[in-house]
């Protein structure tokens, strides 16, 4: 047992293994919301070549991402997750500004913002449902 | 540098064994050639290639997170098995 301790001990008390015991544990909310974001966006990038209903999405979009972002911010230990979702929210933002600069957005822009949002929603959702239970 | 020298470049990675580098390249190529045939402003286009970075940033973010989640699954592992030893 105390050959055992002088091996753990180092290791529980480094900053990587620390941030693993304390890391975030799985939030059903936080999975859910991801889930949404990366749903709409595929639904969305259909819809691009319509800007009757391109404009509204994108402003639904990047509320939701929004709501994510916000809901990450506080969940404690939880750094590399903010950073993840205030990229995405970033990238979710930057339509919805294109639509205040001009209202004849390209849809090919349209459709690879969608597509870049359901791609990172779903490197986002692979990880979360990972964390510990 | 050219257009053509960037094509190329972008060209090289279609056979890599990466995904996420497939997937990247695939995607500056469609914004690229989207811009080049005028359906696409150049603002759009800086915007797309910005969020690449971001996407970028995104992965990263996502393997650390993931290295610490095997690192916690591996350390409650041993935890558990020095509980049914001791």
């Given amino acids: 047992m105390k050959r ?11 900053c990587a293994v620390y941030d693993a015991v304390t890391m975030t544990k799985y939030d059903p909310n936080e999975y859910l919301l991801i889930s949404e974001i990366r749903v709409d966006a595929r639904h969305y990038a259909e819809a691009c070549a319509n800007p009757v209903m391109s404009q509204p999405n994108a402003v639904s979009m990047a509320r939701k991402t929004e709501l994510f972002q916000v809901y990450s911010e506080n969940l404690p230990s ?56 | 540098m050219t257009i053509d020298d960037i094509n190329n470049i972008l060209a090289s990675f279609a056979n890599c064994d990466d995904p996420t580098f497939v997937n990247a390249a695939n995607y500056v190529a469609q914004a690229s050639q989207a811009a080049q045939a005028g359906q696409m402003t150049p603002q759009e286009l800086a915007e797309t290639l910005k969020d690449l970075q971001r996407q970028m940033e995104i992965i990263q973010d996502m393997q650390q997170l993931q290295y610490k989640e095997r690192l916690n699954t591996a350390i409650n592992g041993l935890l558990a098995i020095i509980g049914a030893v001791y």
């Fill in chain 1, 4 to 14: 055992l301790m002088v091996i753990l001990l180092p290791l529980l008390t480094s």
């Fill in chain 1, 78 to 133: 939880n750094g590399d997750g903010i950073k993840a979702a205030t990229a995405l929210n970033e990238i979710a933002q930057g339509l919805v500004t294109q639509y205040n600069i001009s209202n004849k957005v390209s849809p090919i822009f349209c459709k690879l913002k969608f597509e870049g949002i359901e791609h990172s929603a779903n490197t986002i959702q692979h990880v979360l449902g990972g964390r510990p239970r």
